[in-house]
């Protein structure tokens, strides 16, 4: 079965470095997502990525964070300035529509 | 209002119930609707699609009340196995990207 492929699946930073979250979507899908879930807490929608631009991005999603489609199979979450409050597990998604998404293992974010 | 609300939990049910799961939107031009399970620690995975006339997937029946922006999950003969957060998930109104996620319900199904 196809799988979304997230790296690292956990990073430790100190706080004010910047991070490079790294997701492989399913090779034919073509809508690519990221969320977070902070400990204890419902996963929140940050962007969505379609045809090579952000097709919708919620408040969370600030000037503090960029994504980007570097090449043909990589699609990355930059966080710079990290603070502790951006400690929290950060979920690729990939679909085919923008329906039935996929979801990466995640990866781990510890600000310390 | 909340855009996605659950029924806060935690449902802990012997093995063999039935147990029910309800879920309410807010946004009355919101197009699609899912539900995910989430065990701990782990990605949420997709467990079905929820369409207007309802849909069955063997122990699972999913339900949509558009009038009432309501959805729902009905697990029967449940297993150990089924333990795990459900989390209702709407998409659309104005963007179709935009995703919403539910703050989920756990359940744990007991021997």
Known sequence: ??????????????MGQEVILRCVPISNHLYFYWYRQILGQKVEFLVSFYNNEISEKSEIFDDQFSVERPDGSNFTLKIRSTKLEDSAMYFCASSVSAEGYTFGSGTRLTVV | RKEVEQDPGPFNVPE????????????????????YRQDCRKEPKLLMSVYSSGNEDGRFTAQLNRASQYISLLIRDSKLSDSATYLCVVNGGTSYDKVIFGPGTSLSVIP
Request: glycine residues 2%; contains cysteine; aromatic residues 14%.
């Open chain 1, 1 to 14: 079965e196809p799988e979304v492929t997230q790296t690292p699946s956990h990073q430790v930073t100190q």
């Open chain 2, 16 to 35: 063999g119930a039935t147990v029910a799961f309800n879920c309410t939107y807010s946004n009355s031009a919101s197009q699609s609707f899912f539900w």
